[in-house]
């Protein structure tokens, strides 16, 4: 059975940064992109940034430059550091992993991020 556990989620000020991880069980990264996701109250799911076997990855533009998506293969974690976090960061985080031929795809439950200002 397959499990993503996110943690790391919390309130922080305006400017300020969190590390959020995804510990998945019951598979194996090989060929599965990862990513993170996050929907604020009232709005759409958005993808965040994905990361793939091959260290390929990809960002929304209203994260570049702050925020940085890496894993550990060992550990089958993949991480989430967001720096200088504004309020419009404010979201649950969902962590996403999907096998590269889009058959299987599976969601964490999500850990809750504040920014006050």
């Known amino acids: 059975q397959v499990q993503l556990v996110e943690s790391g989620g919390g309130l922080v000020q305006a400017g300020g940064s969190l590390q959020l991880s995804c510990a998945a069980s019951?598979?194996?990264?090989?060929?599965?992109?990862m990513g993170w996701y996050r929907q604020a109250p009232g709005k759409q799911r958005e993808l965040v940034t994905t990361t793939n076997w091959s260290g390929l990855t990809t960002y929304a533009d209203s994260v570049k430059g702050r925020f940085t998506i890496s894993r550990d293969s060992a550990k089958n974690t993949v991480y989430l550091q967001m720096s200088s976090l504004k309020p419009e960061d404010t979201a649950v985080y969902l962590c996403n992993v999907r096998k590269y031929d889009g058959s299987t795809t599976y969601w964490g439950h999500g850990t809750a991020v504040t920014v006050s200002t």
């Open positions: 019951g598979i194996t990264f090989s060929f599965y992109f």
